[in-house]
């Protein structure tokens, strides 16, 4: 078993996870923004302290947004909106030169869901050892991707895009 797939087995326990929100709360993606940081510890809660593995668009309507039991989610998409936002500023707090850059542990909200996922972030090393290229006998020509101290090599025609956002 290598490193990659050890990382993965071992799964973060679920008071690591809950300090992890309670940072990405108390950010600065969302120091001003009470609703999106209620939102965020509405979820990350019904998820590690209450168990929850579906948290649905109308509870989150009547319990973040202050929303009538039979308000209808075709009409009013307050939900839909406010958590397509959380997601960019979560994503924001792990990239770039933001506040979590050098979490271990990040989390998101996939796409369809409304439950916050938690892995550990990939190492250079296993970015690197995913975008190796075996050794070829023809002269394919190659581009180098440098990010830091390690040199990705991979074949031209490959998404430059992917392998950048692999690498972010």
């Known amino acids: 078993m290598n490193e990659s797939t050890a990382r993965e087995l ?61 308000y209808d989610t075709n009409v009013d998409n307050i939900v839909r909106a406010n958590v397509s936002e959380l997601r960019k500023r979560v994503d924001a707090y792990f990239e770039g030169e933001g506040e979590g850059r050098d979490e271990t542990l990040i989390m998101e909200i996939p796409r369809g869901s409304y439950v916050p996922v938690f892995r550990y972030r990939p190492t250079a090393q296993e970015i690197a050892a995913e975008f190796e290229v075996p050794a070829t006998t023809q002269t394919d020509k190659t581009d180098t991707l440098i990010s830091g101290a390690t040199s990705v090599s991979f074949r031209r025609g490959w998404s430059r895009s992917g392998i950048v956002a692999g690498l972010a």
């Not at 998820?47 to 309507?61: N, P």
Request: proline content about 2%.
């Open 10 to 70: 071992k799964l973060p326990d679920l008071s690591t996870c809950w300090a992890l929100v309670e940072r990405v709360a108390a950010s600065s993606q969302l120091k001003r923004a009470t609703r999106l940081r209620d939102l965020l510890l509405f979820v990350g809660r019904r998820h590690l302290k209450e168990g929850c593995d579906q948290i649905h668009e109308q509870v989150i309507g009547v319990e973040v947004f202050d929303r009538s039991a039979a």
